[in-house]
């Protein structure tokens, strides 16, 4: 057998012996150097939720530097706690880089604003576009019309993190004078006396009432009286039938 055909014969052989080579340098290499770091590289410790002061003698332990960055608002991190890291934990690179973090400066926080005098309705608009919402809601007596805000709490223009808000309403005064609210409708005298703390209770319809109907011809207790807060008004309605209509020319 000539050498040429040896030769030709052992190729196959050659290239499997080269890619054999080949394969366990690379198996040997991720093994040993993992990821992109060289052979001297060191791994990053994590440090969310450190204090700059704990984070910083963990990094000069592993041969590292701390840059303190920025303080951003964040609802679940407690204030002076990070937040954020570059490089991240966990990654390879070469000892003395300077690692970068961001704390928590708490929860973002916003002023109350002014709301006394409105309505509860007006009131809840005021705080949402402030970013607050309405917690407990409670009744206090006063001279103001029943539902119209007496205070928050905290008070207006306190500064605090986001969140829920009390509003104190006002149930109106402790004793009330009744109203005449005779010749009005019904409903406009119902409202009447519901802004001064006073219930209302219709007491039936009166059909020979020459008055339209709906219109309130009656009331107990009459107008006048001095009542306490809460007391309930009857009040007695035109049923219109007793309209007489004019004659006719």
């Known amino acids: 057998m000539s050498a040429r055909t040896r030769l030709r014969r052992a190729i196959p052989y050659l290239i499997a012996a080269a890619l054999g080579f080949t394969s366990a340098y690379v198996v040997v290499a991720l093994v040993v150097f993992p990821g992109n770091g060289g052979p001297d590289d060191v791994t990053v410790p994590s440090l969310t939720g450190m204090t700059i002061d704990d984070a910083t003698k963990r990094l000069e332990k592993a041969g590292f530097k701390l840059k303190q ?27 003395g880089t300077t690692v970068s973090v961001v704390t928590s400066a708490g929860q973002k926080e916003v002023v109350i604003p002014e709301t006394r005098g409105m309505t509860r309705r007006d009131a809840e608009r005021a705080l949402e576009g402030a970013g607050l919402s309405v917690g407990a809601v409670q009744q206090q007596s006063s001279d103001s019309a029943r539902g119209t805000v007496l205070a928050t709490s905290p008070a207006a223009g306190s500064k605090v993190p986001a969140g829920a808000v009390t509003l104190v309403l006002s149930s109106g005064p402790q004793s009330v004078t009744l109203p005449n609210v005779v010749g009005r409708s019904y409903a406009d005298a119902r409202s009447a006396l519901e802004q001064i703390g006073l219930l209302v209770n219709g007491s039936g319809l009166d059909s020979a009432s020459t008055s339209p109907a709906g219109t309130v011809v009656s009331q107990t207790p009459s107008a006048g009286r001095t009542v306490p807060s809460g007391t309930t008004v009857q009040l007695r309605i035109s049923a219109g039938i007793g309209i007489v209509p004019p004659p006719e020319d």
């Open 69 to 95: 960055g920025e303080a951003r608002p964040s609802e679940g991190a407690p204030p002076g706690t990070i937040i954020e890291q570059s490089p991240l934990g966990g990654a390879l690179t070469n000892p």
